[in-house]
């Protein structure tokens, strides 16, 4: 993997003293990877170093995407690219959607026209109208470590198959987030 100065790390490196949560997403122009990214961001460092969890983001542009892609998202933790997307085809990650479109992942709030147009509309103002990875390319969620202990894999079948990140959160033994924007009601 590439971090944001360009620099290379084996993919081992991110899990191999410490349990992390691992999200690849589809590319960055993706508005269902943007939304879901932006309630990663929500998730409290805090929370993260309590359960001893890292929280990392891997995406399959070049790395000169991952500073605006976190600017665009807010989000402030881990964030790689694997530009040649060999992490991608070795946990099997497919590439095209499936047909299973009643999926819909709860943190994707923009229906698929109006994010389809958003995307699309970030690749033509961006620079040599990038698509920042293969757009054919799905995504998944990982669980992982210390060394090469894998404690939950799941592969999207679609751009909406994203696994909830409050289960992802639990499996890892993190503490949950609201990610509504409802205050909470305390019944005293």
């Known amino acids: 993997v590439v971090d944001a100065d360009g620099r290379s790390l084996p993919f081992q490196a991110l899990y191999g003293e410490q349990k992390a ?79 299973n479109t009643s999926v819909r992942s709860p943190h994707v709030k923009s229906n698929t026209l109006l994010g389809s147009i958003r995307s699309v509309w970030r690749a033509m103002t961006g620079p040599a109208f990038d698509f920042q990875g293969d757009p054919a390319q799905q995504g998944g969620a990982l669980i992982l470590g210390p060394g090469n202990e894998i404690h939950f894999l799941h592969l999207d079948k679609s751009r909406l198959d994203h696994i909830p990140i409050n289960t992802v959160l639990q499996l890892a033994g993190v503490k949950t987030v609201n990610f509504t924007n409802n205050p909470q009601i305390i019944d005293i």
């Open 21 to 99: 949560i691992v999200v690849f997403v589809r590319n960055f122009l993706c508005y269902a990877c943007k939304e879901y990214v932006e309630d990663l961001a929500k998730v409290p460092k805090a929370f993260l170093q309590e359960a001893n969890v890292r929280l990392i983001v891997i995406g399959q542009s070049s790395y000169h995407h991952i500073k605006p892609f976190c600017s665009l998202t807010g989000y402030t933790h881990e964030m790689y690219v694997d530009p040649y997307r060999e992490i991608y085809k070795t946990l099997g990650m497919r590439r095209g959607e499936g047909n």
